[in-house]
């Protein structure tokens, strides 16, 4: 594989997922959306079932939703499937095994996972976006101009070095 084919594909689910979350929010579906983009093979299915999950899940502040939606990609190239719960081939273990990478990633660049913490880093604090001005002051900080868009273009790349490095995607599939 070619370098420079690998770092323009990680940029670019990087810059789109960004973008996303720029343009429509929803931290779990614009990095599921990247995905989706730039592979193809997320399914609507899949990408409306994470709409719940964005800020927090249900915007409680619980684990970040660029992560969950992460999550929700390795899972959809890897995951154990509904006619196969005995996995006899271990499938969920391995999908544990990537997402915990994933999870680990922020852990090291966040300090943590949880949008509520994520929150403190980016901002200094961490907000009840079910009160207005709370959700005011969130947004007027830079939500969705530099700070929750930079963590889901992080989550997307991390998410497809992932894929790529595991075999899983391979840039000459786009």
């Keep these: 594989m070619n370098l420079s084919e690998r770092d323009k594909l990680l940029q670019e689910v990087y810059d789109t997922a960004y973008e996303y979350e720029k343009k429509y929010g929803g931290c779990s579906q614009a990095v599921l959306g990247a995905i989706k983009t730039i592979t193809g093979k997320i399914t609507d299915e899949e990408y409306k079932a994470a709409t719940g999950l964005a800020g927090g899940i249900g915007l409680k502040g619980y684990a970040c939703g660029a992560l969950t939606g992460g999550t929700m990609a390795i899972s959809s190239f890897l995951g154990r499937e509904y006619d196969n719960m005995e996995d006899p081939e271990g499938v969920k273990a391995q999908t544990f095994k990537l997402s915990?990478?994933?999870?680990?990633?922020f852990e090291e660049y966040y300090g943590s996972g949880k949008c509520s913490e994520i929150n403190k880093k980016l901002f200094g604090k961490s907000f009840n976006l079910w009160i207005r001005e709370e959700?005011?002051?969130?947004?007027?900080?830079?939500?969705?101009?530099?700070?929750?868009?930079?963590?889901?273009?992080?989550?997307?790349?991390?998410?497809m070095e992932i894929l790529l490095d595991e075999g899983l995607y391979a840039v000459n599939n786009k």
């Design 135 to 159: 959700y005011e002051e969130f947004d007027s900080l830079g939500a969705h101009d530099d700070k929750c868009t930079s963590v889901c273009g992080n989550s997307a790349r991390w998410t």
């Design 100 to 105: 915990r990478r994933l999870a680990e990633k």
